[in-house]
């Protein structure tokens, strides 16, 4: 059976330079080296690329998709001013949002708060939501996480996890501002 050896060079010019100068000394005289360029070309090919000009812009190609990264999207500020002003000065969660689209980003508050690659119970985990707000109603909070999707549970209810998930850029920046407050 034929074991798979990768080949990697630095620099494809380079090594097509070494590779015709080694063939110039190992091939008769009659029979003509290949050029610089036909080396490349014939490398590139051996690669899967068309031709030389193919496997540089490719590699270019790629190089720049590395470099770019998406720009976070804007945090609307008002937004997060009419989050701040749920939750008290200690940055636990002081009421629930009256509005859907702030339920979820409060979550990502609380379900920040719940210990990572830990089993919970579910006494352990009221206490530990108990910890992250004030007006009472842990069992709302743990619904929500579990119906957003970050936590899981148990058909039995005996067992919850925290998913772990990257929090929204709203979820981040909110998650900061608490962060900055009850410093």
Not at 38 to 45: E, I, S
Not at 65 to 89: I, Q
Request: charged share 25%; proline share 7%.
């Amino acid at each position: 059976m034929k074991t798979p050896l990768p080949l990697h060079a630095e620099d494809i010019s380079v090594f097509a330079r070494a590779l015709s100068r080694e063939l110039s000394g190992q091939l008769p005289d009659h029979v003509r080296t290949p050029g610089h360029l036909q080396l490349l070309n014939m490398l590139a090919r051996s690669s899967g690329f068309r031709n030389f000009q193919h496997l540089r812009a490719q590699r270019e190609a790629l190089a720049r998709l590395a470099e770019s990264k998406p720009a976070p999207p804007p945090v609307d500020a008002n937004r997060l001013r009419r989050l701040l002003r749920l939750f008290d000065g200690e940055g636990r969660l002081a009421r629930w949002p009256s509005r859907r689209g702030l339920e979820s980003v409060c979550l990502w508050v609380v379900w920040s708060r719940v210990p990572a690659r830990r089993v919970f119970t579910e006494q352990e985990l009221t206490v530990v939501l108990n910890a992250t707000h004030t007006f009472g109603d842990h069992p709302l909070l743990r619904r929500g996480l579990c119906d957003c999707g970050l936590m899981t549970r148990t058909p039995d209810g005996s067992e919850y996890r925290r998913v772990e998930a990257q929090p929204s850029a709203e979820a981040l920046a909110l998650l900061e501002l608490l962060r900055q407050r009850t410093v």
